[in-house]
């Protein structure tokens, strides 16, 4: 069973940035990693995802430009870099794993970390 320990998240004023971190217990080598947020009252939703060795990554559509994803598998570790922050990003940030491509639902990952709080002041 892979464990997934989210860190880096905060408070942070509209327009600042902030820099995820996810570390798995184990390889994550064939895996497609992935990030998603969960805001008060809403359901979970996909933010960006990344296929191993660096390959083609996909994120939702009011992120692209600002939030970037990226991955370590020498340090079993995938990152989600957040520029320009606005207060509808605030949300607890999930990151999860899957063999599965193309992936961008939750119920398609296999394994889940506890998230990390975001919160966007104005």
């Known amino acids: 069973q892979v464990q997934l320990v989210e860190s880096g998240g905060g408070l942070v004023q509209a327009g600042g940035s902030l820099r995820l971190s996810c570390a798995a217990s184990?390889?994550?080598?064939?895996?497609?990693m992935a990030w998603f947020r969960q805001a008060p009252g809403k359901e979970r939703e996909f933010v960006a995802r990344?296929?191993?060795?660096?390959?083609?990554?996909t994120t939702r559509a009011s992120v692209k430009g600002r939030f970037t994803i990226s991955r370590d598998d020498d340090k079993n570790t995938v990152y989600l870099q957040m520029n320009s922050l606005t207060p509808e990003d605030t949300a607890v940030y999930y990151c999860?794993?899957?063999?599965?491509?193309?992936?961008?639902?939750?119920?398609?990952?296999?394994?889940w970390g506890q998230g990390t709080q975001v919160t966007v002041s104005s």
């Open positions: 999860a794993m899957t063999k599965r491509p193309w992936a961008t639902t939750v119920g398609e990952y296999d394994y």
């Open positions: 184990d390889t994550t080598l064939g895996y497609y």
């Open positions: 990344l296929s191993w060795a660096g390959g083609i990554g």
